[in-house]
């Protein structure tokens, strides 16, 4: 099997939406990511770091699906990092309460021996150092490198952010961190300039309005399912990285082409993420449940016409 080689935190957040609120739980990037990813045919590994407050099963349940966490460094002592946020109405906009890095704050990422030859490279949302450090320590390249980034780096690590996009294959942001990062309002014009930081490929995430892969002049657009309810959008975006980069694992093709079916493959994944509170509705999710909504997605884009 390919490997995929997960780099993000693992986490606890508390989240607060007009449907309710929640005390500490699973999150971080890596665990959505690595949950999503595990519904493909793939080794994979997480990279990260947690405190000893972290429970044996969040642990436990990483290891129940098939991801190696020989990369997961548990700190004696110390505390593992927290978010907390407060979704507004539209659950498009949030407000972060509280934010503590603790064992994060001096997290040096140590890849295991046995995924310095990964296929893929997903490198989710960290300091733009942390992210290099870890390809700094691959001893194969990998087929494909993949960046999540988003705007607090823009703001406070710019020119850190900007050496390690030159050595990534696709970047995957948000459209108002593409308009940021770029300088250009329109999405076409801010993935050209983008592309030129780079990246071969710019995936831009309108979270319920779906997302649009760039790739020189060509462009594919996913659209978001049409949901009668969301619940929590905490860990979607994620969530769409790991049903990503696991499709591309699994089928060893990075074409253009097959990027197209990836997205659709993220898109569906994230669909049930926001159906309940935090990793709840990922860690019931079967893959009965997958292959019934990608038939939903594909009834929703595919159309006979005559031209």
């Known amino acids: 099997m390919n490997k995929l080689l997960i780099v993000g935190t693992v986490a606890f957040d508390a989240i607060e939406t007009p449907f309710g609120k929640t005390d500490k739980i699973l999150g971080g990037a890596g665990t959505y990511i690595g949950l999503s990813a595990a519904f493909f045919n793939l080794q994979s590994a997480i990279v990260s770091v947690v405190g000893d407050d972290f429970p044996q099963e969040y642990l436990d349940l990483l290891i129940e699906r098939n991801i190696d966490i020989s990369g997961l460094e548990v700190v004696k002592g110390g505390k593992t990092f927290f978010w907390s946020g407060r979704y507004h109405n539209d659950l498009n906009s949030r407000d972060t309460l509280d ?153 060893e093709n990075v074409s253009f082409e097959n990027m197209k079916n990836a997205i659709i493959y993220g898109s569906n994944l994230a669909s049930f993420c926001v159906e309940k509170f935090g990793t709840d509705r990922m860690v019931a999710l079967d893959k009965k449940e997958v292959a019934s909504r990608l038939k939903q997605f594909k009834s929703l884009t595919q159309f006979d016409i005559e031209i």
């Open 99 to 251: 934010t503590q890095l603790n064992v994060l704050a001096d997290f040096q990422p140590k890849v295991p021996q046995n995924y310095k030859n990964a296929d893929v490279v997903m490198l989710g949302n960290l300091h733009p150092l942390v992210q290099s450090s870890v390809l700094d320590q691959m001893e194969v390249t990998p087929k494909l490198v993949v960046l999540d980034t988003m705007n607090f780096w823009m703001d406070c690590a710019l020119p850190e952010l900007l050496e390690v996009i030159k050595r990534v294959d696709v970047i995957t942001i948000n459209d108002e961190e593409a308009r940021q990062l770029s300088g250009e309002y329109s999405l076409v014009k801010a993935a050209a300039k983008i592309q030129e930081m780079g990246p071969k490929y710019v995936v831009i995430k309108k979270g319920e309005h779906g997302a649009l892969l760039f790739h020189d002049k060509e462009v594919f657009f996913a659209p978001a399912l049409p949901l009668e309810e969301v619940f929590d959008p905490t860990g979607a975006g994620d969530t769409f990285a790991g049903g990503f980069t696991g499709f591309i694992t699994q089928s």
